[in-house]
């Protein structure tokens, strides 16, 4: 009696990015995210209601929080596993490439699935407050600036944990890398210093023109509608924008593929 062989393919990328989805919901830290935007939003709204202010201005208080939640996620995603502990990925039937870009894409869609709530319910309160006519100027920047700059805050980190077994160290050393030049820059009139930092920071196709100025803009339309034209910012910082998110997704990609070849 002859025994057929059994064939056992691959699974396909759809469902290696549900696995992926479903492993960061069972790690909990979906919800130390939420965690990272709820405390400071709460925190925001209280001080702007003790102020006597509108809650109109927390969709701009929403900025740096957002900021700081996307680029702490990018390293969470990866938490206890750098790519010292991922030697299991031989065992599995998929590419290890495809599953450190799953891990990636899952975190991205974790990423949105936390931040829509919370912006939706910003923006609500915004529109329910007195100064709604201001938010509603303000929505054609903010929404665009929102998701472009959290996601390639995000990726841009997602870059450091999934190639480095120390991504935090090495972000904190960038950082402190950038203010020590800025410092020395004003301090001691290095052209070649301050040329350097607003290359990186100032230039029209910085990261920092991309990350900024959406929010810049909508603050503007927000108090001066008149002097914000939204066709300049669509044609000057919106494809800056999306360019530093492009750089960013191919960043991760090589990123994981790099990890490969070591």
């Given amino acids: 009696m002859s025994t057929a062989a059994v064939v056992h393919f691959a699974p396909s990328y759809g469902t290696v990015l549900k696995q992926q989805l479903r492993l960061l919901w069972l790690s909990r830290m979906p919800w130390f995210l939420a965690g990272l935007l709820l405390v400071p939003v709460a925190a925001s709204a209280a001080m702007i209601l003790y102020n006597g202010d509108s809650l109109g201005l927390l969709v701009l208080h929403l ?43 899952a975190g991205a869609v974790w990423l949105l699935a936390m931040l829509g709530p919370f912006l939706s319910m910003t923006i609500l309160m ?11 100027n303000g929505l054609p920047l903010l929404l665009p600036h929102y998701l472009l700059s959290s996601l390639t805050i995000f990726l841009l980190v997602a870059v450091l944990s999934t190639a480095l077994n120390r991504p935090a160290e090495w972000l904190i050393m960038g950082f402190l890398a950038l203010m020590i030049l800025s410092i020395t820059a004003a301090l001691a009139d290095l052209r070649i210093a301050e040329r350097t930092v607003r290359l990186v920071m100032d230039s029209p196709y910085s990261i920092g023109t991309a990350l900024r100025t959406g929010a ?7 108090n001066r509608p008149e ?11 919106l494809p800056v924008a999306v360019a530093w998110l492009a750089i960013a997704i191919i960043a991760v990609a090589a990123a994981a593929y790099v990890r490969r070849a070591r």
């Fill in 63 to 105: 900025v740096p929080i957002v900021g700081f939640a996307s680029g702490a996620w990018g390293l969470l995603i990866w938490r206890d596993e750098g790519p010292a502990k991922r030697a299991h990925q031989w065992s599995l039937p998929v590419d290890r490439p495809a599953h450190d870009l799953a891990r990636v894409m």
């Fill in 126 to 136: 915004g529109l329910l407050s007195p100064d709604a006519d201001a938010v509603r």
């Fill in 216 to 222: 810049a803009g909508a603050s503007v339309r927000m």
């Fill in 227 to 237: 002097y914000a034209d939204l066709s300049f910012y669509y044609s000057e910082w």
